[in-house]
């Protein structure tokens, strides 16, 4: 079945630094892939997203790219802030539309340390 | 305007009590889940609704139910609950247009069963 493998944390970081977060995932066909972001006490809200190979997700200085020959989109972000602390997790979907379930990596707690 | 609304937003609760949450999306989807996050952050899908009809149904306790009045609402009752109910519940939503690939996701529902 389709799995997602993520970068276990928790990573705490000094402001401004570079952030990757590695995320390997398994699936049959050609899965669409997104990074979704948990503030506290908040829902998931969609930080970016690819649904074919080689395309590259940006949003908010964050960025990641679809790589198929290594089954990875892992995410990156050049200088980091306080209020980028929060959960970030990988996920994946067969197909990229319909009724098809979003399967989720484990959760990185990302902490940003002014 | 809230796109996915959950409420309650806080639940507590004693063991053996009967207990439901609401869910509601104005985003015109098709398709609606109900996730359960672990204290560990860990995401696991526990059902999908499509149309009003049971898609997805992840070896779910049969203490829970959901229902479906309609395709903007998807409703989660649980009976007898139990300690290890304790959670954050997460209703979401997702398009099945072509292009509609990301979901939606609730506020989250607290729950703690004392």
Redesign the interface.
Known sequence: GDSVTQMEGPVTLSEEAFLTINCTYTATGYP?L?W?V?YPG?????LL?A?KADDKGSNKGFEATYRKETTSFHLEKGSVQVSDSA?Y?CAL?DN????E????G??T?LTIIP | DTA?SQTPKYLVTQMGNDKSIKCEQNLGH??M?WYKQDS????K?MF?Y?NKEL??NETVPNRFSPKSPDKAHLNLHINSLELGDSAVY?C?S???????????????TRLTVV
């Not at chain 1, 990229?96 to 009724?99: A, E, K, P, S, Y």
């Open positions: 669409s997104f979704y948990q908040e829902g998931l809200q969609l997203k649904t959960v997790f979907s990229g539309f319909g009724n379930k979003l399967t989720f484990t959760g707690r | 996915v098709d398709t889940y560990k952050k860990f995401l899908i999908s499509n898609i997805i997460f979401a997702r398009g099945t247009r072509r292009g509609d690939t990301e979901a939606f996701f609730g506020q989250g």
